[in-house]
Every structure is written in C-alpha cells, then in structure tokens.
C-alpha cells in the first residue's frame, strides 16, 4: 500500500504551505509557535469557562488555579507576539494572521479573567485540561531536546505522519475519563470478588520507594507477556501494528495506539497492581514515571547511555522494537532484563535502526483508517 499523508495533513499543508525557507528569522517558527500557543490559549480559555465540562473533575480540585490563570495570560501574549512577528517577517501572513486570531478569540471568550459558567451534567467530561497540559509540557521539553541533539536531524517536527499521531494524542486525552474508566474496570471488578488481604496489608506497609520499585516490577512483567502477545497472535498484531506503522520516531510517535490496544495493555496491567494493593501515592507515581518515560523512549534523541541501556529501557533500545526487522524483539518497557531473561533482547553494539515501520507499509495514514485498519479483509494488507 504506497504511503501517502492524512487528510488532516494535506488540508494542513493546502493552507500554511509555502516556498519560503522556514529557518531561524523567517518567521517560520514564530508563526507555528504562535499557532501552536494559540491552539492552546483558546483550549485554556474554555477549560476555565466550562470547567465542569471541559476539565477532569479528579484533577480539576487539586490545580493551582492562580498559577494556571497566569500561564494562560503569558500564553495568549505570547501567542500574539509571535503571530506579530510573523506577519512582520514572512511573506505569506496566513501563519501570523492564524496566530493573532487565536490570541484575539482567547481574549473574546474571556482570556485569563475568565470565569465559569454554568454547564449541563453530564456523565463523562471532555479532558480537554489534560490535553492542553500535556501537550504543553511534553513539546516543551521534547521538542527543543529533539533540536538540540537530534537522532536524525533531517527530520522535522512536522515530518510525514505528524498529524495523524497528533490526533490519536488528542483523542487519548480529550477521553482520558472515559479510557480511564473502562481501563480501571477489569481491576475492579476483580478486587471486588477476590483479594489477598495479608499480601495487600504486607505490601502497603513497604516504603514508598519499594512499593514504587514492586509496582515497575509488577507492571513490566505483565507488559512484557501481553505486548508479545500483541506481537506473536495474528489477531492481535493487527491492532499492535497501528503503533508500529510509524516511519518516524519522536516525541509524539508513542501517542500512535489503536484505542483497543490501550485499553487491553493498561487494563491488564493494572490488574495485579490493584489486587495487590500498592498505595495509591505509589500508583501516581508510577503513572507519571510512565507517562514521561513512554515519550522519552520514542524521542528523536541521540543520547547514548551505554551500560544502562540493559538496566533500563532507554530510546536506543526502544527504538530497535520498532525497527522493520527484527521487529519481535525488545518488548519489555521500563526493564531489559525481562528480554534477557526471556530471549527477546536486540541490542547490537551502538548502532541504531536504519529505519522504522513495518515492511510493505500496510497500515493507513488517518486516525479513522487506522481505527478500522484491524476490521479490515485481510487482502487490504
């Protein structure tokens, strides 16, 4: 199947694209930064005018509102000189002109001063405050790393498939609640039949440091037998190779997961850490030690980390998993000894994959094609 880009990416290229060179004093990175903040300020605004749709009612209780409404100003002035200087530097404006437009509806819905109005309940709401976050964060420290000490460094920060891992990102969390609850669902309803109270009593008496090491533990070994499921039964490998399809690795490739492959890999995975009944501040903590970790591996980075790489799973060897061939090989996520353990591991020297993706290409560009992809004839391959 030849490889062609998204909808999403050729409408995004039909209206910001130019022949201008996009190098440092362009205005080419002021305006897709200032189109990037933009996007941003606009979601901030919202958040803070319908929080009661818009945000996480876990996380909503425990934010620093008055930091937040701060960060939201200094974004939407930012957003504008950015879009300002854009306009001043380039020759096609429609990147400035985008920027300051969005400052401009960030302002017009009520910017920093915000304040809530009253919404419908709801039994799910929407994580756009997740989202913007995270998104914020992880470009942040991400995107510059990629710059400064890049892997490949021709490849760009828009390089082919972007678009498509950026919507699967958005997705993710705009429905953090909704995945949430129905990844939590298999735990539960086990715990609620069946618990070994004196393991958990032992268990939760432990440091936080070693419950947080026993969680690594825990979590790596069942992750470890259920991605090599994903890679070895048929059935399932269609779903895994969602995530595989990438030709690209960087901060947003990870974020490229068939919605079935999240919910079976976190969901099993969290099932031996509830019945087991490590402390919630331990859980938290873990999940955040994931979360950065999840991006950090799949990073555009050159960073060579010798010895530890077969301590802990850094992107050299991550990105060896999802290189063409051999493609079965690295499953472990946070430990290789569990490859070395169990024969998986591929760590050849100090080289790196020569490329990524899977041979013959057979997966689509798109969010839609990919979520269909694993329900498709088999000669759609």
């Not at 933009?38 to 934010?63: K, Q």
């Amino acid at each position: 199947m030849p490889r062609v880009p998204s909808r999403v990416e050729r409408g995004l290229a039909r209206l910001f694209g130019d022949d201008e060179p996009t190098t440092f004093g362009t205005g080419w990175m002021a305006g897709t930064g200032g189109v990037f903040l933009g996007m941003l300020a606009v979601a901030g605004t919202l958040a803070f005018r319908y929080p009661d749709l818009l945000t996480t009612a876990e996380f909503r209780v425990r934010y620093p509102a008055g930091v937040l409404r701060a960060l939201l100003e200094v974004t939407i002035g930012l957003t504008f000189l950015l879009g300002a200087t854009s306009m001043m530097l380039r020759r096609r404006k429609v990147l400035g002109l985008t920027a300051l437009t969005l400052s401009l509806a960030a302002l017009v819905a009520g910017g920093a001063d915000v304040r809530a109005a009253a919404t419908p309940d709801a039994p799910f709401t929407i994580g756009l405050d997740w989202f913007a976050l995270n998104v914020l964060l992880t470009a942040v420290v991400f995107v510059p790393l990629e710059r400064a000490f890049p892997l490949r460094p021709a490849q760009t920060t828009f390089r082919f498939g972007w678009a498509t891992d950026g919507v699967h990102f958005l997705v993710s969390h705009l429905a953090v609640q909704v995945l949430s609850f129905l990844t939590l669902l298999p735990a539960t309803a086990l715990a609620a039949v069946w618990q070994p109270a004196g393991l958990r009593a032992a268990i939760a008496s432990l440091p936080f440091l070693v419950q947080l090491a026993g969680i690594v533990l825990v979590a790596d070994l069942t992750q470890y037998w259920v991605h090599r499921a994903f890679h070895t039964v048929p059935a399932l490998w269609r779903v895994h190779a969602v995530h595989h399809s990438s030709t690209a690795m960087d901060w947003l490739a990870g974020s490229r997961l068939h919605v079935i492959d999240v919910l079976a890999t976190r969901g099993l995975v969290l099932v031996p850490i509830f019945l087991l009944g490590f402390e919630t501040r331990a859980l938290y903590a873990y999940l955040v030690l994931v979360a950065f970790h999840a991006v950090f591996v799949h990073a555009n980075v050159r960073f060579r980390f010798g010895w530890i790489d077969h301590v802990v799973t850094t992107p050299r060897g991550h990105h060896w998993h999802h290189a063409p061939a051999p493609v079965d090989k690295n499953f472990a996520v946070h430990l290789p000894v569990l490859d070395r353990l169990f024969g998986t591991q591929h760590l050849p020297g100090d080289d790196w994959p020569a490329a990524y993706g899977i041979e013959g290409d057979p997966v689509p560009e798109g969010y839609a094609p990919q979520l269909a992809y694993p329900f498709l004839p088999r000669d759609a391959d």
